[in-house]
């Protein structure tokens, strides 16, 4: 079975860094921009680990924002 | 256009309200967590459609004079901001309140003291109901716990700010103001006609004819025989206003052996402790204040008699359950739990110090 990898297009200046995407994230590829932050002044998302994405676009379905695009490849 | 259901952040809901109710004046400065009202108001365009002004003053301190003149001419004016710029506008806050003249104000709180961060906090309680500006003054005071109260609220806020010719605030924080939720938004009013307002409001300064003699809008006297009486005449007001439009809500109360009291976004959290606390057995209800001034003492009063204690949650260090303590007057025991500087509480947080503060487990 082709193995799936994924990607995830922030709109970052629409991000109000909730974490409900990081905490859904099964294998941990999010996280809030520790230092970096957008015009309003909030801590957007970020893939810290891309190579871990699988795609799954649960970061997608709890977005309240609607600020997550979720891409899928097959390798 | 007829009512509408949409989906929306509690700032936004604020805006498209406003313009539904037929708001004559919007005056504002950006600040997170507040900048989407002002930014749906300037992407809505009212002025082309209802004649609706929006405008982004130089300042806070602008922004609050402006809408002094327009509330002097008798217009729904209004102004939104957060914690910083409200601090800011104190001072015309204290100088409509003498001045007698309604408007609304949205302060979307974040956590303080000074800049603070941009995260939601309760912290600016005090702040609103117990002066804020100078003055033996009062405001009323209204906290929404959803995007449909951010709504409904523009129109009950300028309807009781009209009623009793003083400023009304809409008290809420950054969890309410970004949160998104379905609202069901109200039908289109027209603005009111000059003549409108001439009618409804006698003491607008809107050109003098000859049948009467001039309006004056002021909050200086220098005598102080007359400033004692206008004095008088404010407390006065405020007493009516504390005897007819307390406002609040009760929640699983009826069977209730302890109290959670809160206001807010922290009452949307309390809501899920009080699930969790009567799964484990704990009979546990709450009162959410909807009204802040007025408070809803006198409730809170009679539930002294039937509960064993009281807790109060907010995103601030303790300021509300001061006035709940004075409500229950010593005869249960009230305690409060609260995070600081944006940082909200969690359900099982605020179980576990209802267990150890007042159940004593």
């Known amino acids: ?75 | 256009m007829a009512e509408e259901i949409s989906l929306m952040k509690g700032n936004e809901a604020v805006a498209h309200a406003a313009i539904r109710y037929g708001v004559d004046g919007y005056f504002g400065y950006p600040i997170t967590p507040q900048s989407e009202i002002i930014e749906t108001l300037m992407e809505m365009a009212p002025w082309e459609t209802t004649g609706m002004v929006v405008l982004q003053a130089e300042s806070e301190v602008a922004a609050i004079n402006m809408v002094y003149g327009g509330a002097a001419c008798g217009k729904y004016a209004m102004t939104t901001s957060s914690s910083p710029g409200i601090s800011l506008k104190q001072e015309g806050i204290s100088y409509m309140a003498g001045a007698e003249l309604p408007c609304l104000i949205v302060n979307v709180q974040r956590g303080g003291p000074g800049l603070g961060t941009i995260q939601p906090s309760q912290a600016d309680y005090f702040q609103t109901v117990k002066g804020g500006g100078h003055g033996d003054y009062k405001l009323i005071t209204l906290a929404p716990n959803s995007v449909q109260e951010m709504a409904d609220f523009v129109a009950l806020g300028f309807d009781l700010a009209f009623k009793y010719r003083n400023p009304a605030m809409i008290l809420t924080d950054g969890v309410i103001g970004q949160m998104m939720e379905k609202v069901k938004l109200p039908g289109y009013r027209p603005r009111r006609s000059e003549e409108e307002i001439r009618e409804q409001c006698p003491w607008a300064t809107l050109g003098k004819p000859a049948s009467r003699g001039p309006n004056i809008i002021t909050s200086l006297e220098l005598d102080s025989v007359e400033m004692e009486k206008n004095n008088e005449r404010f407390q006065a007001k405020y007493r009516v206003v504390e005897e007819n439009e307390v406002r609040y809500e009760e929640i699983k109360c009826a069977d209730a052996d302890y109290l959670l009291v809160a206001f807010g976004s922290a009452a949307r959290i309390c809501m899920k402790t009080i699930e969790m606390a009567r799964e484990e057995g704990i009979r546990v209800g709450m009162v959410r204040p909807i009204t802040l001034w007025p408070f809803p003492s006198k409730v809170l009063n009679g539930y002294a008699g039937q509960v064993k204690g009281m807790l109060t949650v907010e995103l601030n260090a303790g300021q509300m359950v001061e006035d709940v303590r004075l409500a229950v007057n010593g005869k249960v025991p009230v305690e409060h739990y609260g995070r600081l500087g944006g940082i909200v509480p969690t359900p099982d947080g605020v179980l576990d110090a209802l267990k150890e503060k007042i159940i004593h487990e």
């Open chain 1, 1 to 75: 079975m082709a193995k799936i990898k994924g990607y995830v297009e922030v709109n970052t200046a629409r991000c109000k860094g909730c974490d409900l995407c990081v905490v859904s994230c099964p294998t941990d590829v999010l996280e809030l921009q520790p230092r970096e932050v957008n015009d309003r002044g909030y801590h957007f998302v970020y893939m810290k680990h891309p190579d871990e994405c699988i795609g799954c676009a649960n970061c997608g379905y709890v977005c309240p924002e609607g600020c997550l695009t979720v891409y899928r490849m097959k390798v």
